[in-house]
């Protein structure tokens, strides 16, 4: 495993991905026969940082068969780079894990996000900016 960017969100808590490649045996359909899968995965990590003397992984949101970096909390909105195939977007909060709200197309990899309120802006590949409302699109 191989930490991403730690992020502070103003609740109290600190935001974080950390990725693999794992393994494992499973059988195929209909056949006793053991075949080894492999795929990348990440999880998205939430610390409890309010209290200094008793810190907290309150939870870990794992996805499989991708790679993930945070890149911004806008809001209670994480946002995912998913290395060229997309932005994940996965809603946060104190008392609950992150959940999966939407997968959001780019055209490539991912140069910079800026959020301005409910907005965000996708600066990648060839084709310029991409905004996306998150109260709209949630």
């Given at each position: 495993?191989?930490?991403?960017?730690?992020?502070?969100?103003?609740?109290?808590?600190?935001?974080?991905?950390?990725?693999?490649?794992?393994?494992?045996?499973?059988?195929?359909?209909?056949?006793?026969?053991?075949?080894?899968?492999?795929?990348?995965?990440?999880?998205?990590?939430?610390?409890?940082?309010?209290?200094?003397?008793?810190?907290?992984?309150?939870?870990?949101?794992?996805?499989?068969?991708?790679?993930?970096?945070?890149?911004?909390?806008?809001?209670?909105?994480?946002?995912?780079?998913?290395?060229?195939?997309?932005?994940?977007?996965?809603?946060?909060?104190?008392?609950?894990?992150p959940?999966?709200?939407?997968?959001?197309?780019?055209?490539?990899?991912?140069?910079?996000?800026?959020?301005?309120?409910?907005?965000?802006?996708i600066?990648?590949?060839?084709?310029?900016?991409?905004?996306?409302?998150?109260?709209?699109?949630?």
């Amino acid at each position: 495993d191989y930490g991403g960017d730690f992020i502070y969100a103003s609740t109290g808590f600190i935001y974080f991905t950390s990725s693999s490649y794992e393994s494992r045996t499973d059988s195929l359909i209909n056949s006793p026969a053991l075949v080894s899968i492999s795929g990348p995965a990440f999880a998205l990590n939430a610390v409890d940082v309010r209290n200094a003397r008793d810190l907290k992984v309150t939870s870990s949101t794992k996805i499989q068969n991708a790679f993930g970096s945070l890149r911004k909390v806008v809001g209670n909105k994480a946002l995912i780079d998913l290395s060229g195939f997309g932005l994940a977007i996965f809603d946060i909060g104190d008392t609950r894990p992150p959940t999966f709200n939407k997968l959001v197309r780019t055209e490539g990899g991912i140069y910079d996000i800026q959020g301005r309120g409910d907005r965000v802006f996708i600066l990648s590949g060839p084709y310029g900016v991409k905004v996306i409302d998150l109260k709209r699109d949630s």
